[in-house]
């Protein structure tokens, strides 16, 4: 077997557990979601701080959507302070498990 087909095949067992991240779990995203729910469930709920502010739904939106915004959020490229410290505190399997559930919704 050349080196060539052996590095190939390395890197591909070392993909293999990213992309299963990647996916996301819906049923761990719902064990995740307690930190949400407290704005993001309540239909026409306002926050107050740092100035009032309509909260998006987000169930139903799609899972690369909410994947991508919490990870806008998270890089700062999203600027929202309360948004940005919650996905700042989210792991890349803990956004795509989260995407995964709500994207399911
Ligand atoms: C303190 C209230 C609050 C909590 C808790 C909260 N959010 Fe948010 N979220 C907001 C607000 C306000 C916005 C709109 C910010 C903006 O305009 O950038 C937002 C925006 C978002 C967006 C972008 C929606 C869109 O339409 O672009 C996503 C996705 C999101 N939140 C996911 C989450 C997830 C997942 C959690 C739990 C891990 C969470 N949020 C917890 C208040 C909250």
Redesign the pocket.
């Known amino acids: 077997m050349s080196n060539k087909l052996l590095s190939a095949i390395g890197l591909a067992a070392a993909l293999l557990p990213l992309a299963a991240a990647a996916q996301g779990n819906a049923d761990a995203g719902k064990t995740?979601?307690s930190?949400?729910i407290?704005?993001?469930a309540i239909p026409g709920y306002k926050?107050s701080f740092p100035s009032v502010?309509?909260?998006?739904m987000?169930a139903g939106?799609s899972g690369p959507?909410?994947a991508a915004?919490?990870q806008a959020?998270k890089k700062g490229d999203?600027?929202?302070p309360?948004?940005r410290a919650?996905a700042g505190s989210?792991s890349d399997a803990d956004i795509a498990d989260?995407a995964a559930y709500?994207g399911s919704k």
């Not at 502010?53 to 998006?56: A, D, K, T």
């Open positions: 995740k979601i930190m949400c407290g704005c993001h926050s502010y309509q909260v998006p987000i939106q959507y909410i915004a919490l959020y999203r600027s929202h309360t948004m919650i989210l989260l709500y």
